[in-house]
């Protein structure tokens, strides 16, 4: 699937972005049906032969929301690989996407030529997830299709940088597809994004506080009652450095002002810290862009609310209203 043909199905150029543990088919279905990609990682179909009911389930009800509604179809689906050695499921999760012919995957935590050849072999579409620029040319290189920018004030696994130098050192040398990453969950830094180069906005932690996600109450009415000084950027939880609910990781019995040095070389997704306190189940990861977030709304709710910000910061400009078919 290009470009092109993702942004024709779409209501707003947005990417929902997967979130480990909370994303799942609910949430994605309606976010598709909304008008924008919604994703998921693999690893949240536990254990792995779930991963193939719910890319059936995933691809079954939105072909036949498609069938009832040809003048306004669903947005195409993402699933997230982590390609990091430590994941032993690779091979089966990615057989799997191909089985379904997964319209687009989203790689992170490494780069497989063989796991990019497989996508493009029913003609997927690779987005590659990348904090610098060493990291982008290599995604390119051995084969990504396209690369999600991750910036200073994303949620999870965050970069450092600015996103105006991360979107305008990228599109010095790419040309293909871009979606940036970091503090985004309004109409308005969608259109923003656009200006600075990329292709879509790629919003996740304002997800985590609908009605579909798979988040306790308390992370969603967190998420609602904080703002971006209650973010802290660690890598004790997982060896990788990422943004967290500061609020979460006193509930921990921990103090943020004196956390220890995580060790890189001993990633781990989805434990750490203590016994007692998993990342991401009981220290909550979280982006700087959630002073936006004002209550807790369906994922259809919360996608027409961008749209309606979207259109209303391109009157103020004098920009023609976007017309689509999911609009």
């Not at 600015?162 to 050192?169: G, I, P, R």
Request: with cysteine; hydrophobic share 45%.
């Amino acid at each position: 699937m290009t470009l092109q043909e993702i942004k024709r199905r779409m209501s707003i150029p947005v990417i929902g972005s997967p979130l480990f543990i909370i994303s799942n088919p609910d949430l994605v279905i309606a976010q598709c049906k909304a008008g924008i990609v919604g994703s998921f990682p693999a690893l949240n179909a536990r254990p792995a032969e779930v991963l193939d009911q719910w890319l059936q389930r995933i691809t079954t009800e939105l072909a036949e929301y498609d069938r009832q509604h040809p003048e306004r179809p669903s947005a195409p689906f993402a699933v997230n690989q982590i390609v990091h050695k430590t994941n032993d499921r690779l091979d089966h999760d990615v057989a799997m996407c191909v089985k379904y012919k997964v319209p687009m995957i989203i790689t992170s935590l490494g780069a497989r030529e063989e796991v990019n050849d497989a996508i493009h072999s029913y003609g997927g579409m690779v987005m590659h997830d990348v904090i610098n620029q060493t990291f982008a040319h290599k995604a390119i290189e051995k084969g990504a299709d396209g690369l999600i920018l991750v910036a200073s004030g994303a949620g999870g696994h965050a970069g450092t940088q600015s996103a105006f130098a991360l979107v305008q050192e990228t599109r010095e040398w790419f040309k293909g597809p871009i979606a940036l990453s970091g503090s985004i969950a309004t109409g308005d830094a969608v259109l923003a994004a656009e200006a600075m180069g990329a292709d879509f906005g790629y919003i996740g932690s304002a997800f985590i506080a609908t009605r579909e996600a798979n988040a306790v109450e308390g992370y969603k009415q967190m998420i609602v009652d904080s703002s971006a000084k209650d973010i802290l950027y660690s890598n004790l939880f997982t060896g990788v450095h990422g943004n967290y609910l500061r609020p979460s990781i006193v509930a921990a019995g921990l103090d943020p002002e004196n956390l220890p040095q995580g060790d890189p070389s001993k990633m781990q997704f989805g434990s750490g810290g203590s016994a007692k306190s998993k990342a991401w189940r009981d220290i909550w990861g979280c982006g700087q862009g959630i002073g936006a977030v004002r209550e807790v709304l369906g994922a259809g709710e919360y996608v027409a609310q961008l749209v309606a910000q979207y259109q209303a910061a391109r009157a103020r400009l004098g920009l023609p209203m976007r017309s689509s078919v999911a609009a």
